[in-house]
């Protein structure tokens, strides 16, 4: 195991002063150390491409070595500007990276992470990344090694992190909740709303797990779901993609940490949307399967933005005042519509994950 103190001294020493990144669950420990820096030194990107542009524009000002935290899965998004900006034979600058390792072949895993997690060496080394995996304390003088190579040839160099690593905190992180509406009794509500034939389409994390545990724990049996278990970010593009070719009413259910990864899906959704396109925005203001990092959703004017991208219709709903009506009037919108829910984080413990993937794809592409 590794203090998570061992490893920011050693970016320390390094004169590594400037951390960006997406939240992972595996470094949890990272962003609760990082919670008292200042909006200069720690930024939560929205997604990996993004931490690693900033990391690359805080070297362009510094000549200091930024760090980039991320979980694998986000390594793809951070693709393009690691190959097509930072890369040695484009402008060779020098970063450090430190991955959250799911999926890793010694780790049992979700299916998602398995794939990815197996291949993750194979594509930093395609990348040119040299990279050492940090188990004990012992490798940190390697990664310690790596660190000044970078600074030397202007490289990027990669640690990679696997579950259970880093030492937990003694002092246990408490997750705030920024709104007071129950998880589990807006999302059964609105289930019991819909009608029969609807499709919902859920976001990575705890959106999807709660979702698959109201289902089997109230017997839910109104409409059908497909779950996001990856590809963070593009619920509302699957949901829109869907719901171009169907007249079943299809319910994007999404958090504030996916959408505000790719943003602009929102903007395809506000142009091309038919009314049959329902968006539900479950906004908690964290990032909270990962942690409970902050996403800085709260003070967004949902409203006036999404009447801005085209959406023709907006609600909103924060406590169990009307609740079913507003809902009942959200879904029978003859427009396509947009809903935000200020909403708690979720409450229950060991939520299910969805299992047999190919079952779900098939039970939801099935005529009723
Ligand atoms: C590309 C990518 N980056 C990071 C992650 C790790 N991750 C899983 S869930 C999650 C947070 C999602 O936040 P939000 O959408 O607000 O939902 P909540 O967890 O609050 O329910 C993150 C960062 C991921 N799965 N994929």
């Keep these: 195991m590794i203090k998570i103190k061992s490893l920011i001294n050693l970016l320390k020493s390094n004169n590594c002063n400037f951390f960006t990144g997406v939240p992972d669950s595996i470094l949890k420990e990272l962003s609760f150390s990082l919670k008292n820096k200042s909006k200069k030194e720690h930024l939560i990107a929205t997604n990996e491409g993004s931490a690693i542009s900033l990391g690359i524009g805080y ?26 900006i930072a890369h040695k034979k484009v402008y060779s600058i020098p970063l450090i990276l430190i991955i959250g390792w799911r999926g890793s072949p010694n780790i049992k895993d979700e299916p998602q992470h398995n794939v990815k997690g ?6 930093l080394k395609l990348l040119n990344i040299n990279f050492t995996i940090l188990r004990h304390n012992r490798d940190l003088k390697k990664f310690n090694k790596l660190i000044k190579s970078a600074k030397k040839n202007k490289s990027i160099v990669a640690c990679l992190i696997e579950r259970g690593t880093l030492e937990k905190n003694k002092k246990k992180s408490v997750s705030r909740d920024y709104y007071k509406l129950d998880k589990e ?14 499709r919902i389409i859920s976001s990575t994390g705890y959106n999807s ?15 059908k779901d497909f779950y996001m278990v990856g590809g963070m970010g593009h619920t509302s593009s699957v949901a829109l993609g869907y719901s171009l070719s169907t007249k079943k009413k299809v319910i994007c259910i999404d958090g504030d940490g996916s959408f505000l990864m790719h943003l602009g899906s929102i903007k395809t959704a506000g142009n091309f949307s038919k009314d049959n396109f329902k ?32 959406f023709k219709k907006f609600y909103s709903i924060k406590n169990k005042k009307n609740l079913k009506n507003k809902i009942k009037k959200f879904i029978s919108e003859k427009s396509a519509s ?11 413990k060991n939520l299910p994950r969805p299992k047999n993937l190919i079952k779900i794809k098939n039970e939801f592409m099935k005529n009723d």
Excluded: W
């Design 59 to 84: 070297y362009l000002a510094s000549k200091k070595l930024p760090c980039v935290y991320m979980q694998n899965s986000g390594l793809s998004n951070a693709l393009n500007p690691l190959i097509s």
């Design 338 to 348: 947009f809903l935000e829910v200020k909403i708690a984080n979720s409450k229950i």
């Design 279 to 310: 968006y539900v925005l479950l906004n908690n203001n964290t990032h909270n399967s990962v942690g409970s990092q902050n996403t800085y959703a709260d003070n967004i004017n949902f409203e006036k933005f999404t009447k801005a991208l085209g």
């Design 185 to 198: 009794f807006f999302l059964k509500s609105l289930i019991e709303n819909i009608p029969k034939k609807s």
């Design 118 to 123: 197996k291949i993750t060496k194979e594509l």
């Design 209 to 223: 797990r709660e979702l698959l545990y109201l289902r089997k724990n109230y017997s839910l049996s109104k409409g």
